[in-house]
């Protein structure tokens, strides 16, 4: 029967024999998947495991500091922390057509998180690359057993021949719900192992229109308010995933106090769903969505609406990139 205490033990076990005393690297992408695969090759052989975080600037308020701080404290895992997110935002200047701004995001990444690879390498000779891969991924992908690739979370073909490192996938065998109880049982931090699935582009996608500083700090914001509010009504585990979308190049009149003003939409994204393929529009209740939106529009003087999304999916997808 399963049993997440069987699991690790299971699974340390293995990844013990497979890494013997080699040195192995892992990217955390601030997800569950990577963050659990970490831990729990972290749990087989200690010190001999590095993680490079590439901070990209397109995650929501706090999920950083979490990758930095929480996750690090609860695993004792040693982190390289690589700061791109001059690098990644002057990438995607004046860029808004959707498949650009995702090639451009995993061209990126790809190059950082190599260079990244390349100093760890240099100090510690790397052997072995540990990915986040589930079940759903393998069935998706076919199956097949690559080279590394990164692909779930980062929509990149793969490094380069010198970098060939062979790959650790301790959740091959996993659905999401087992990942997260495996990471409770590491002793993640519960907003990591929680956390709602995001895509590798992050809020890159979630900005309809060019991505800047200005417009990632205001989308932050709002997305940051509908998060607490989903949390305190106690309806995490009810939605799938909630995307909140920033309709940058909209502009709509409203007033406020004595004034007009002219600011922006967000459109307020809640779903529910199995498996992502298909899903629909989360019946929140009112008096959520009413809260979400009074405290967007006093809290974020840039937007003055908020529109609810009550489009299935098909044929709407569940980002509106
Ligand atoms: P859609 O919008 O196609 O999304 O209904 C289905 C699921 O995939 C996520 N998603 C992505 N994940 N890179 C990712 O890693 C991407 O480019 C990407 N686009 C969408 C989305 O959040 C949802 O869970």
Same mark, same amino acid.
């Given at each position: 029967?399963?049993?997440?205490?069987?699991?690790?033990? #299971?699974?340390?076990?293995?990844?013990?024999?497979?890494?013997?005393?080699?040195?192995?690297?892992?990217?955390?992408?601030?997800?569950? =998947?990577?963050?659990?695969?970490?831990? $729990?090759?972290?749990?087989?052989?200690?010190?001999?495991?590095?993680?490079?975080?590439v901070d990209h600037g397109l995650l929501?308020?706090?999920?950083a500091?979490?990758?930095?701080?929480?996750?690090?404290?609860?695993?004792?895992?040693?982190?390289?922390?690589v700061d791109a997110e001059d690098r990644f935002l002057g990438a995607l200047?004046?860029?808004? =057509? @959707?498949?650009?701004?995702?090639?451009?995001?995993?061209?990126e &990444?790809?190059?950082v998180?190599? /260079?990244?690879?390349? /100093?760890?390498?240099?100090?510690?000779?790397?052997?072995? $690359?540990?990915?986040?891969? %589930?079940? @759903? #991924?393998?069935?998706?992908?076919?199956?097949?057993? !690559?080279?590394?690739?990164?692909?779930?979370?980062?929509?990149?073909?793969?490094?380069?021949?010198?970098?060939?490192?062979? $790959?650790?996938?301790?959740?091959?065998?996993? &659905?999401?719900?087992?990942?997260?109880? %495996?990471?409770?049982?590491?002793?993640? @931090? /519960?907003?990591?192992?929680?956390?709602? @699935?995001?895509?590798?582009?992050g809020?890159?996608?979630?900005?309809?229109?060019?991505?800047?500083r200005?417009?990632l700090?205001?989308?932050?914001?709002?997305?940051?308010?509908?998060?607490?509010?989903?949390?305190?009504? !106690?309806?995490?585990?009810?939605?799938?995933?909630?995307?909140?979308?920033?309709?940058?190049?909209?502009?709509?009149?409203?007033?406020? !106090?004595?004034?007009?003003?002219?600011?922006?939409?967000?459109?307020?994204?809640?779903?529910?769903?199995?498996?992502?393929?298909?899903?629909?529009?989360?019946? %929140?209740?009112? #008096?959520?969505?009413?809260?979400?939106?009074?405290?967007?529009?006093?809290?974020?003087?840039?937007?003055?609406?908020?529109?609810?999304?009550?489009?299935?999916?098909?044929?709407?997808?569940?980002?509106?990139?």
């Amino acid at each position: 029967t399963w049993n997440t205490g069987n699991i690790i033990d #299971d699974q340390v076990a293995v990844i013990r024999e497979r890494v013997g005393d080699a040195q192995v690297l892992c990217a955390l992408s601030g997800g569950v =998947d990577s963050a659990v695969a970490a831990a $729990l090759v972290h749990r087989a052989i200690g010190d001999q495991l590095t993680c490079v975080f590439v901070d990209h600037g397109l995650l929501r308020a706090g999920e950083a500091e979490q990758v930095e701080k929480d996750y690090v404290s609860a695993t004792g895992i040693r982190l390289k922390v690589v700061d791109a997110e001059d690098r990644f935002l002057g990438a995607l200047k004046d860029v808004s =057509d @959707p498949e650009q701004k995702r090639k451009i995001i995993g061209r990126e &990444f790809i190059r950082v998180f190599e /260079e990244a690879a390349r /100093e760890v390498d240099a100090e510690r000779h790397i052997e072995f $690359l540990v990915q986040g891969t %589930l079940y @759903p #991924d393998v069935v998706e992908s076919g199956g097949g057993t !690559g080279t590394a690739n990164i692909k779930s979370h980062h929509n990149v073909g793969g490094l380069p021949d010198d970098l060939k490192f062979q $790959l650790v996938e301790p959740l091959r065998t996993l &659905f999401k719900d087992e990942v997260r109880a %495996l990471g409770a049982a590491l002793g993640l @931090p /519960e907003e990591i192992v929680m956390r709602h @699935p995001f895509p590798g582009p992050g809020l890159a996608i979630r900005i309809i229109g060019a991505v800047d500083r200005e417009r990632l700090d205001v989308l932050r914001a709002a997305d940051k308010i509908a998060r607490e509010e989903l949390t305190a009504a !106690g309806l995490d585990r009810d939605v799938w995933q909630f995307p909140v979308v920033l309709l940058a190049d909209v502009r709509s009149v409203g007033v406020q !106090g004595d004034g007009r003003t002219y600011g922006h939409p967000v459109v307020l994204r809640p779903v529910s769903s199995d498996d992502a393929m298909t899903a629909d529009w989360s019946r %929140l209740p009112y #008096d959520v969505i009413a809260r979400i939106s009074t405290r967007i529009t006093n809290e974020v003087s840039e937007v003055n609406r908020v529109v609810l999304d009550v489009t299935s999916k098909p044929p709407g997808t569940i980002e509106w990139e």
